[in-house]
C-alpha cells in the first residue's frame, strides 16, 4: 500500500476515535501554532481511590460548560483563578467567600493550605502559569488538569466566562505560556 494511503487511514482512524461531543472546544483561545509532528497525548489515568485530586476532577467535570465565581465583580474573561477557587469550595476547601482574584492569590493561598507541588500532574490537579516576578498578569492563568487537557475559564465572546476543557494537552499549554516567559507548575490538592 502506498505510503499516502496509509497515512490518510492512520489519520482518517484517528479522527473517528474522537470523542465528538467535545470537538466544540478545538477552537480555543489562545491559539497553539500547528505542529504535524505531535499526536494527542494520550488519556492520563485517574487517581484510583477517593482521593482529593479525584474530589477536584469530579468537580471540574461536573461544572464545565458553567460561568463559575464567588465574585460577580470579577471579569470573567479574567476569572480563571474565581472559576478554580469555585471548583475548590464546592469540593470543600475553605476558600475565602468572594473567592480568590488572581494566579498568584491563588498559588499562596494553595501553599498555605498544603496543596503538594508536583513535577507530574495528575487529573484533578491545579495547573497554574504566571511569571516568577507576578507581572504583568495578561500570562497568568490557572485551570484544573483533565484527562486529555486542561479545563479553565473561557475568555472568547462565544464562551466569555465558561468553564471549559479549552487545551487540548499539557504540552500546549506549557508551550504557549512559556513563550510568555511564564512558569507552570502543578499542585496536588491535599
Excluded at 164 to 190: D, G, L
Amino acid at each position: 500500500m502506498n505510503k499516502y494511503i496509509e497515512t490518510f487511514i492512520s489519520y482518517l482512524a484517528t479522527v473517528l476515535s474522537w470523542d465528538m461531543a467535545s470537538t466544540d472546544n478545538l477552537d480555543t483561545v489562545p491559539p497553539v501554532p500547528y505542529n504535524p509532528a505531535s499526536t494527542p497525548s494520550p488519556a492520563a489515568p485517574l487517581p484510583s481511590d477517593e482521593s482529593s485530586a479525584l474530589k477536584v476532577y469530579t468537580e471540574a467535570v461536573a461544572n464545565l460548560g458553567r460561568h463559575l465565581t464567588l465574585n460577580t465583580a470579577v471579569n470573567p474573561e479574567t476569572g480563571c483563578a474565581e472559576a478554580v477557587s469555585t471548583i475548590l469550595l464546592n469540593v470543600g476547601y475553605p476558600v475565602p467567600s468572594r473567592g480568590i482574584p488572581t494566579v498568584w492569590g491563588l498559588i499562596d493561598w494553595m501553599i498555605a493550605n498544603g496543596f503538594k507541588e508536583t513535577q507530574t500532574p495528575v487529573p484533578g490537579a491545579i495547573i497554574t502559569a504566571c511569571r516568577a516576578d507576578r507581572q504583568p498578569t495578561e500570562y497568568a492563568h490557572v485551570g484544573v488538569v483533565m484527562k486529555h487537557g486542561i479545563a479553565s475559564n473561557d475568555s472568547r465572546a462565544a464562551y466569555l466566562g465558561q468553564f471549559r476543557e479549552n487545551y487540548s494537552t499539557i504540552e500546549n499549554w506549557v508551550n504557549y505560556f512559556a513563550i510568555h516567559n511564564s512558569v507552570t507548575r502543578y499542585f496536588i490538592p491535599c
